[in-house]
């Protein structure tokens, strides 16, 4: 086990690369630490999986270095890595039987016949095929052949890390939230670094320890859940994280106050002169609804979640999302929205802004 | 409203029965009636029952030709298959070059059997052909019309040529299904190459591999065109395979009984092998289903 250390990493696809736009990693710095449990969250084509394939050894990344503790690892084959891999589709070897293919890494590196044999039947047990053992692989569902390709990530005990590609897309609800919970309860108990890359945020957030943010090709944001939620780094994170997302809205920022379309809207905090396009964000759990202080909102719709609604109404424009208690009613009388001060964020260019030191 | 019942969407297949009744009934009916009869001409016929089938059978020409007919199947089999499959893996998956061996690939399969019969018959001459002469120049004692096994290498490498294309291309379009999280996973897994093909590709081509096995031994076990325009079934009977001696027997003999029966039992033998290779492939999609 090791901490992994990315240096100046960036990769292309393209042979010869002209610009950043070529980039499907832009450079980055990033160290993982040794026994860690993160998720690797963002959209469709964020590059994601080409992060998860460099540091596994699958693909070489065109510029930088991949570092496992003190060994530079850039040019070493995955075998060599000593890592596990998951991927988002079933993989797993037709012609062998179950119990073969959860002993085939095993059997590979040359492990004694009665450790492979106790340490098989302790993952079977884990992911509930102990019965099936000797069964083919070929004809399972879906679901049971990706219990194999977990358990074949697991069944290493001295691997670096555990890379996790999606792994659970294929699976159904109920058995997706037990497995997760195996991953986590593993993770507690062996320490493995494990990295889970995910585009489902509740998958992301109930996982990890530290999430890690992806947007365009970039790490935006590092952090606990907590720290994503309450202080997005960029906008993408407020609005990929939370249910519904951040709201934001262009706004002037003159010290301690927003100017919104003629309307003031005080900040928690004083803001030294900013450059570029400024808006603020403000999550709709910190949004109240009020009959007269605040915004003005034409409330448009409101949708019923169960634990609570969902407002939606206009502001100065644009559309934006309230959440309101349950049991609070919510009728024509609320004609206005208030955000908290001290949980509005300040961005510029999509990222986001300190407020000034000293200030008050 | 009563429904009217009318049966005339019969005479929809009509079509289709006359066009089978002609190219296939009726020609294999002949068959039959040759097999069955002995004839002098002019359309006399008389019955000899199962004769011609007892003369077959207890017929040294077909045993040897048939001894001929399987080890030739099983050689360019033996050779065909695994070549394919080397071929296959080693073609380039995307790219420029994969189309351009593609194309490459396909060309022996699209030129006419005579053709390719033609070109190795002058491709061999010892006087005029690439091949004969620099063979003789290199010292070889190499003659296609006069030594037996020259002969066979010549049918045998010959057909090699042309068709071992079928089965690369069979196996690379098996290969080319293969997702490639699958070699991610091995590699991760620390898979030796031999496991790889073992347990990944070699599965994932398997149904087509059959299709190939099944194609290529039905075409070489019925081969005519090329050997006889090479060899003419020769030096000797040597490479005088069933086909050819059929229509010797048939054409140049004008045995029609004899030629008929053997016509049937050769049919009868490339359907059971057919029948076979059939269930096993239905067996394999099932399993691959369960």
Redesign the interface.
Known sequence: MAQITLKNLAHSYHPTPKGEQDFALKEMDHVWQDGGAYALLGSSGCGKTTLLNIISGLLRPSQGRVLFGDRDVTDAETAERNIAQVFQFPVVYDTMTVRDNLAFPLRNRGKDAAYIARRVDQIARMIGMETILDRKARGLTADAKQKISLGRGMVREDVNAILFDEPLTVIDPHMKWELRTQLKQLHREFGHTMIYVTHDQTEALTFADKVVVMYDGRVVQMGTPEELFETPAHTFVGYFIGSPGMNLLPAEIRGSTAHLQGAAVPLGAAYGPISGRTQIGIRPEYAVLTEGDGLPIAIRRVEDVGRHRIVRGEVAGQMISVIAPEGMPVGSALTHVRFTPDRINVYADDWRVAPAEGAV | MEKTQNNKAWFLVLPVLVLVAFSAVIPLMTVVNYAVNDTFGNNQFFWAGLEWFDEMVNSQRLHDALGRQILFSAIILAIEVPLGIYIALNMPKKGFWASVCLVLMALPLLIPFNVVGTIWQIFGRVDIGLLGHYLAKLGFDYNYVSDPVDAWITVIVMDVWHWTSLVALLCYAGLQSI?N??Y??A??????RW?VFR??EL??MAGVLLIAVLLRFMDSFMIYTEPFVVTGGGPGNSTTFLSIDLVKMAIGQFDLGPAAAFSIMYFLVILLVSWVFYTVMTNLDK????
């Open positions: 997702p999280a699958y991610q996973a590699r991760v897994d620390q898979a030796s496991a347990y990944i599965p994932k399993e691959e289903g369960k």
